[in-house]
């Protein structure tokens, strides 16, 4: 008889453990997994789930407005947060409970409590006295947000409390300006709440493409929006029913909520991961593999705990790999290049591939094609914002090697254009591709002329 009370014991039932799980399961697996805080993890729970809803909610209020042009009127127009944060907790519960009833019905044993290791099969469960042992373990336990050290740290809120608000600031500082500073500063603008995104880098969106750093900050501001680069923060003070943020310059501000959304670190805290001997790198990530096992051989990690592409499909992805190496006799290494993403700000980015300055880095000798025009649907709204779109393509093989779109439907239109990077389409194949008409992402396969910089004036600074 097997001395393992499980194959395969699980630490997290996020996107990356809950496909792992489940998959193993169904590949005849004794499977457990383990929980702290709710199934389905951080995409479903409080990360891309509920901020896509409040996303499309705080969209409202520029759809209402683009209305008038198109002949509509109404005077009986108000949003109620109450409402909104309600309907995205109902839907959030409503997937909290297919993910659980997805593990049950595959078999998989799940315990809700903290895991961690006593070595590498023997797993500690906070609500048993006696320990379990695995021949396989999974680490999947994600993530969490990253506070700056500093006085008055205890004050910030992070994007988990932002699911949990009862009412709206009236206006908040957003310190940090990635994906997830820049979405909720796009969100709380929408719902009317004034706020400042404060960045100590000289552009928002570090390491993506300039054009799409430069656009979006340029249209946010447009819609109101006080984006501060080149600052640096000192201090946060309680002040009355808000809150006083500090800057190294001396100046401060003041809101009343300041939102911490300066990165994440990975969960590798309290999981016994020393005892097991799990090597650890740099950030506290695990170190794994292509095959995402790590330095121990039967211990393998999926997921933003690794800190290779933290998005959500790439967890699934590394998981699904992981069930077909160990359950299913396959081994599958996980390709990381060449992953869509988006950023759900307004406007929207979508993007797929290498950025303009990482081919160059690279040492590719590109050519740029890219257009800027307003979008047919803002001429009768009468919106001036532009959107954008961009193909860095390598000279030499004529091989796209990134798609860059800023607007209306960024997302949609990039997830399809992932395909054809995925599959090496070159310039001359999207060219080759009939337009659909009347679109946006049409303007993708008729870019025809390629982008060349202005030559500086003369007389002027960057000519002498
Ligand atoms: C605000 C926000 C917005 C996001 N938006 C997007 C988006 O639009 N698109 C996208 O692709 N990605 C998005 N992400 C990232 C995405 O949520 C993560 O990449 C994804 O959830 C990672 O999955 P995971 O399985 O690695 O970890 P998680 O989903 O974080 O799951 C880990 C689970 O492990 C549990 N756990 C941790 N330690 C233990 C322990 N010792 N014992 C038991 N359980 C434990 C945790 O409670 C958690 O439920 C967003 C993230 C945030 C925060």
């Known amino acids: 008889m097997s001395s393992y009370d499980y194959d395969l014991f699980v630490i997290g039932a996020g996107s990356g453990g809950v496909r792992a799980g489940r998959l193993a399961a169904e590949l005849g697996a004794k499977v457990a997994i383990a929980e702290e805080y709710r199934v389905g993890g951080t995409c ?15 969209r409202y209020a520029s759809a209402f407005a683009d209305a008038r042009g198109f002949g509509w009127s109404s005077s009986d127009l ?4 109450p409402t909104l944060i309600g309907n995205v907790h109902r839907e959030v519960d409503r997937l909290n409970g297919i993910y659980t009833r997805t593990l049950e019905k595959a078999g998989a044993e799940l315990h809700l409590t903290h895991a961690a290791l006593e070595d590498n099969n ?11 042992r695995a021949r396989t373990i999974l ?35 957003i310190v940090g300006a990635g994906y997830i500073g820049m979405e909720f500063a796009s969100i709380f603008a929408g719902l009317g709440v004034h706020v400042t995104v404060i960045h100590r880098g000289d552009q928002v969106l570090r390491n993506f493409d300039m054009d799409l750093r430069d656009g979006v900050a340029e249209a946010m501001v447009k819609r109101g929006i006080d984006i501060r680069v080149n600052t640096e923060i000192a201090r946060l003070d309680k002040d009355g029913a808000g809150y006083r943020l500090h800057f190294k310059s001396g100046d401060n501000i003041r809101a009343g909520l300041v939102l911490a959304a300066t990165g994440r670190v990975p969960n590798t805290m309290a999981l016994g991961l020393q005892k097991a001997g799990v090597d650890l790198g740099w950030n506290g ?158 303007e993708l396969v008729t870019l025809r002329h390629k982008w060349e910089a202005p030559t500086p004036m003369a007389g002027s600074d960057a000519a002498a």
Not at 148 to 161: D, Q, V
């Open 285 to 442: 990530h695990v170190v794994v593999d292509e095959f995402s096992r790590t330095s121990v051989e039967n211990v393998y990690a999926v997921g933003d705990v690794t800190d290779r592409v933290n998005l959500t499909p790439v967890a699934i992805h590394e998981a699904t790999a992981f069930a077909e190496t160990v359950f299913n006799n396959t081994p599958t290494p996980v390709d990381h290049a060449n992953i869509p993403t988006a950023v759900f700000s307004d406007p929207e980015i979508g993007t797929v591939g290498l950025s303009e300055e990482a081919a160059r880095e690279m040492g590719h000798v590109v050519d740029i094609y890219k257009i800027s025009f307003r979008p047919l649907k803002y001429a009768v709204a009468g919106r001036d914002e532009k959107m954008l779109m961009k193909l860095v393509v390598d000279m030499q093989s004529d091989k796209v090697l990134g798609c860059h779109v800023l607007g209306p439907d960024a997302a949609e239109i990039v997830q399809m254009a992932a395909i054809a990077l995925k599959m090496g389409a070159t310039k001359a194949q999207f060219d080759a591709t009939m337009a659909l008409h009347p679109s946006a992402g049409e």
């Open 44 to 58: 479903v729970i409080r990360g891309c789930v509920p901020k896509k809803l409040l996303v499309y909610g705080s």
């Open 122 to 132: 023997t797993v500690r469960l906070a609500n048993r006295d006696k320990p379990v």
């Open 78 to 81: 108000r949003f109620d947060w």
């Open 139 to 173: 680490i999947a336990s994600g993530g969490h947000p990253q506070i700056p050290k500093l006085p008055g740290a205890e004050h910030f809120i992070t994007s988990n409390e932002c699911f949990q608000l009862e009412q709206l600031p009236e206006s908040i500082i």
